[in-house]
C-alpha cells in the first residue's frame, strides 16, 4: 500500500528515543530505506546515509516516512516546509502519529495539486468487536515492559525471525505504528476505542495451527500511569502463553513521568503473571529482554548473568545477541 | 442540554441488568422521569408507570431515552418504528449506546423533519490530555468491582448523596452514560481513544480543595477479559486515595463470559491495591459495597455480616442500607 523504498525523516527529534519509529524500519526492514533526513537540531542517528529531497529522490525514494514521534503525537508546525517541499518534488508522505496527515488542510491541498497521497498508519480501518475472552487454538507470547520504550516490539521482531530461521510457524502481529510501517498490517492498539481494546487484539491473533506462536508486539507498561490500560487489553485480549519481561537498566525515571521510577523485574513479574493468569491460567513468564543497548559489551554481559542467576530465567538482550535463548524457552513450553 | 422529564424506553431488554441505565436514571432523578415504555417480550421493569408515546406526551414528557443496552451497544432494527413515531409525536431522543443516533440516517431524517433533537452523549465533546501522572490536591475514591455492572456507580452516587447530607464537599464524576444522562456532565469513558483514557480520568478529577471528595464512577473490572484496560485507566488516572470493593453475590459467572468465575473479594483487594499505589502509595481499601438487591434483608444482612468479618473492613449494601458506613471510613482517612 505504501510505496517503497523510503526516505526517513527524524525531524528536530530531541533524542534517540523520539525516532524509534525510524529505527525500527531501519532495523528490520533496511531494504527500504534510501536515507534519513533531518532538521537543524536534530539530535538523532539512525546510521544511514543523510540525505536532502532532492538527492533521495534521485536514489530512488518514493515515500517519506515521519519516523519522528514527539510527546502527544502532533504533526510540529516547524516540520511543516520540509513537508511541502517533498509532496511539491513528488513525494507521498507517511506516518503513524495522532494527529493526522489528513486533517492538516495545508498538507491536504499540496498533495491533491501534486498528485500525493497521505498515509495515516494510525487510524483503525476495522470495526472491532467486544472481546469475547474464549480459548484459541494456536500459542501466543507478549513482552510485558518495566517501561515504555524499552524495546518490546525488537523482542517480538527477533524471536519472531529466529523461529522462521528455525522453520518454526510465527508470525509478528504490529499493535503500533512502527510494526504496521515495517509489516504494512496490524492494529494501531492506542488509537482504538477503549471497549474494542481487547477485542482488536482477539481480531489480531486469531484461532492457529498448535504449533504457532503469535509474537505480539507490547505497548506501555503496567506500571506507565499514562498507556497502562492499552498494556491490560494486551494482556486479556492477547490470552498469552508466556510472557517475556522487558527491560532497559540505565532509565533514571518512567518515560515521561519525571516523579516515577521503574519498577523492578520482580515487581514487573508479581504484576503481570496474575493478571494474565485471568484469561490463561497457564501462563508462564519464560524469559527477560533486556535492551543494553546503553553499554558496552561486557557490562551488558555482566549484568545479564547477574538477572538470569536472580531471577531464575533466562536472560539476554535480543538485539545484541539474537533471541535464540527467548526462543528454547518458549519451545520447551510449545 | 436534554430536555426533561424523560419517558424511559426500555425496549425488548431481556433481563434487567440490560436496562442499568434507566434504573439509574429512575433511581437517582426519579422527578426527572414520567414513566417507561416497554416493547412486546422485555424481561425488565424499573417500577415506574408503563406509557405509550401519547401517554407520556400527554404527562409532559419531552424526550425519550434509550434506557436499554445490548451487547456492542447497537441501536436495534426492532426498536425502530418506535422511535420514529416518538419523533413524530414531539419527542427528543437520547442516548447513550456506542452505535449513535446521529449515524442512523431514517432516524435523522425524521428528527429532521418533525424538528426533533438526536442526543448521543457517549459521544466525547472534549480533546482530552495524555495524563501526566503528577499528584493532584483534593481526595478521590473509586469502587472497583469483582464483574461489571455490580454497583459501582450506584456506591459513587450514594456516598456523594450522603456527603452532601453532610455538610461535606462531594462530588460524583460521571464515567459512563447513565451517569452522564443522571448528572449532565462527565467522561464516556469507554468511547475514548486508548491512549487518552487515564488523561481523560484526571482532566475530570482536577485538583480541588483539600477536604473535597471526588466520587469516581467505575467501569469494567480487572478480572473481565473484555474491560479491564478501561479499569486500569480508571485506577492510574484517577490516583484514589481508597478504594471500594464492589460485589454481587449471586452470579454464575462473568457478565457475557460465561466461561469465567467471579474473583473472590480477597483476590480483587489484592490485584488491585498494588496497582493503585503505583500512582497513589498512600491508597488504602476502606470498605465493600455488595449489591444484595437479589435476597431479602436477613440473608443480606448476614451475608455483609460474614463479608465485614472475614476482610476486616465495614461492608454495607449502600442502595439498601445507605453509604453511611463507607462515607465514615472515608472520613476517617480524610
Known amino acids: 500500500m505504501i510505496e517503497t523504498p523510503y526516505l526517513l525523516f527524524l525531524g528536530d527529534a530531541p533524542d534517540q528515543l523520539a525516532v524509534k519509529v525510524a529505527q525500527g524500519i531501519r532495523d528490520w526492514r533496511p531494504e527500504n530505506v534510501v536515507g534519513q533526513l533531518r532538521l537543524p537540531g536534530c539530535q538523532a542517528d539512525v546510521k544511514v546515509p543523510d540525505m536532502d529531497l532532492a538527492e533521495a529522490r534521485a536514489a530512488g525514494a518514493k515515500t517519506l516516512v515521519i519516523g519522528v514521534a514527539n510527546r502527544g503525537g502532533v504533526i510540529s508546525d516547524s516540520w511543516k516546509a520540509e513537508l511541502h517541499t517533498a509532496l511539491e518534488q513528488g513525494f507521498d508522505l507517511a506516518s503513524g502519529l495522532h494527529s493526522l496527515l489528513r486533517d492538516e488542510q495545508d498538507l491536504v491541498a499540496t498533495a491533491k495539486a501534486h498528485g500525493r497521497m497521505l498515509h495515516d498508519v494510525r487510524v483503525p480501518s476495522v470495526k472491532y468487536p467486544i472481546a469475547n475472552g474464549k480459548k484459541r487454538s494456536g500459542k501466543r507470547v507478549l513482552a510485558v515492559g518495566t517501561d515504555c520504550s524499552v524495546g518490546k516490539m525488537y523482542t517480538a521482531l527477533a524471536m519472531d525471525k529466529d523461529m522462521r530461521a528455525r522453520g518454526m510457524k510465527s508470525t509478528f502481529r504490529a499493535t503500533g505504528q512502527t510494526g504496521i510501517l515495517v509489516t504494512g498490517d496490524g492494529v494501531p492498539l492506542d488509537a482504538v476505542i477503549a471497549d474494542f481494546m481487547a477485542g482488536s487484539v482477539e481480531w489480531l491473533t486469531p484461532d492457529n495451527d498448535d504449533d504457532h506462536w503469535d509474537h505480539i508486539e507490547g505497548q506501555g507498561s503496567l506500571f506507565h500511569a499514562s498507556f497502562s490500560g492499552v498494556t491490560m487489553a494486551l494482556i486479556h485480549g492477547g490470552q498469552p502463553d508466556a510472557l517475556i519481561l522487558s527491560h532497559e537498566p540505565t532509565r533514571a ?82
Request: net charge negative; with cysteine.
Open 253 to 334: 525515571h518512567m518515560r515521561g513521568l519525571p516523579d516515577y521510577q521503574l519498577p523492578t523485574l520482580e515487581a514487573l513479574r508479581d504484576m503481570a503473571l496474575p493478571l494474565a493468569r485471568i484469561v490463561n491460567p497457564g501462563c508462564e513468564v519464560v524469559g527477560i529482554a533486556v535492551n543494553t543497548s546503553a553499554w558496552g559489551e561486557d557490562q551488558a554481559l555482566s549484568y545479564l548473568e547477574d538477572v538470569e542467576r536472580r531471577m531464575g530465567l533466562p536472560a539476554c538482550d535480543p538485539f545484541r545477541q539474537g533471541a535464540g535463548r527467548l526462543v528454547d524457552a518458549l519451545d520447551a513450553i510449545g
